[in-house]
């Protein structure tokens, strides 16, 4: 599902929000896994597209904290999705150490 995340939204963007929706489903059942980070982030940058930009900063602070907890190989997609909701929030100095964070993972 964390692979198809991406692609659906460029694809398919109206069928997206239903990759979220299934990824935090599972991800409350059945426990967090390496991809759970991934579907936090997006339903944060949702969020914060609907206009609840403190609402969304909470859910990519979640997927923030799970990437330590879980797994940081999906680091550099929930840093580029993460960075997008941040920059409304928190000062542009670490908005850009986050980024810088997120482009060294991904690479």
Avoid: W
Avoid at 51 to 58: E, R, T, V
Avoid at 83 to 99: D, G, K
């Amino acid at each position: 599902l964390g692979k198809m995340e991406t692609g659906m939204t460029q694809i398919m963007p109206k069928s997206a929000p239903y990759v979220t929706q299934r990824i935090i489903q599972l991800s409350l059942s059945d426990g967090m896994s390496p991809v759970s980070p991934i579907g936090f982030v997006h339903f944060g940058s949702y969020i914060a597209k609907l206009g609840d930009i403190s609402g969304g900063y909470k859910y990519v602070k979640l997927a923030r904290s799970l990437l330590d907890k879980v797994s940081r190989e999906n680091a550099g997609e929930v840093s580029c999705f993460g960075t997008q909701v941040i920059a409304y929030v928190e000062p542009l100095q670490a908005v850009l150490e986050y980024h810088d964070e997120g482009y060294d993972a991904a690479m």
